[in-house]
């Protein structure tokens, strides 16, 4: 299979929406959504997570109580998607704007098949749009991406985030309880710093995928509660 320079679909499709306080963070779509030679599969919306077998969108579904699956059609998902993001302060932008996959893993959608990448400057989002004070990252990787980026004008930056990971690895080591070591590492902000004029905090959540990302105890339900306290504008349904 031809390896192809991928370009992220949905990066610079619109602007992030002036209100947006928090941006969730991912990486890049399948290969499907960002070739336009490739056609998306029955089932996939044409948006960020739009993938069939994602499931960020049903987990927000349960966390907000509000149905975001519902709809069959390609373009009303989307629209209903586009609107629950704007209505809750919220916005998707990842970190990755150009990118190859290796070869002989064209096909792939794991981060660590995917190499000679441009990565999404924040500082210029950050100085356009006033208003985000919170970024949440959806993978350990996305993380290491952002702060990649940013660390480029401010060495001391990359070398604070990593002492933060470091440290909060330390720390859940010595914790004895899984519910103890999940809050510990995806309840607070890794780091906080002060970017563009003000304080901006980022947050890493747990994958929204199946995969628990190698910590004991992180079920659906301790997804669900992590992603309502990151999530400002979220709010868990009343049980």
């Known amino acids: 299979m031809e390896r192809h320079t991928e370009k992220h679909p949905y990066n610079c499709l619109e602007a992030i929406p002036d209100n947006a306080s928090t ?8 290969q499907r959504f960002s070739r336009p030679d490739m056609s998306l599969l029955a089932g996939d919306t044409c948006f960020y997570y739009g993938s069939k077998s ?13 149905s ?17 993001l704007m ?7 990842d970190v990755l704007q150009e990118y190859k996959r290796k070869s002989g893993k064209e096909a792939s959608a794991r981060d660590a098949d995917i190499e000679e990448f441009d990565l999404t400057n924040f ?11 919170k970024i949440a990252v959806t ?18 930056l990359g070398a604070r985030y990593r002492a933060a990971i470091s440290r909060r690895n ?28 003000r304080e901006i905090a980022f947050y890493i959540l747990p994958t929204p ?4 990302g190698g910590m004991k105890g992180l079920n659906e339900k301790a997804k669900e509660k992590i992603y309502a306290d990151v999530l400002m504008a979220i709010r868990a349904p009343a049980k």
Not at 57 to 63: D, E, G, N, T
Not at 139 to 155: G, H, I, N, P, R
Not at 209 to 212: A, G, K, N, Q, Y
Request: glycine share 4%.
């Open 87 to 93: 209505v809750n302060d919220l916005w998707m932008y």
């Open 23 to 30: 941006i969730i963070v991912g990486t890049a779509p399948p």
């Open 139 to 156: 993978s350990q990787q996305a993380a290491d991406w952002t702060f990649q980026k940013l660390s480029d004008s401010a060495t001391q």
């Open 209 to 212: 995928t199946r995969m628990s």
């Open 170 to 197: 330390e720390i859940c080591k010595r914790l004895r309880s899984d519910e103890k070591r999940i809050a510990e590492k995806c309840r607070g902000p890794i780091l906080s710093e002060y970017i563009e004029g």
């Open 54 to 66: 994602s499931r960020m969108w049903r987990l927000l579904s349960r966390v907000t109580g509000i």
């Open 123 to 133: 500082r210029l989002v950050f100085a356009a749009k006033r208003r985000i004070n």
């Open 68 to 84: 975001l699956l519902e709809e069959s059609d390609n373009a009303q998902r989307r629209a209903n998607w586009h609107n629950f």
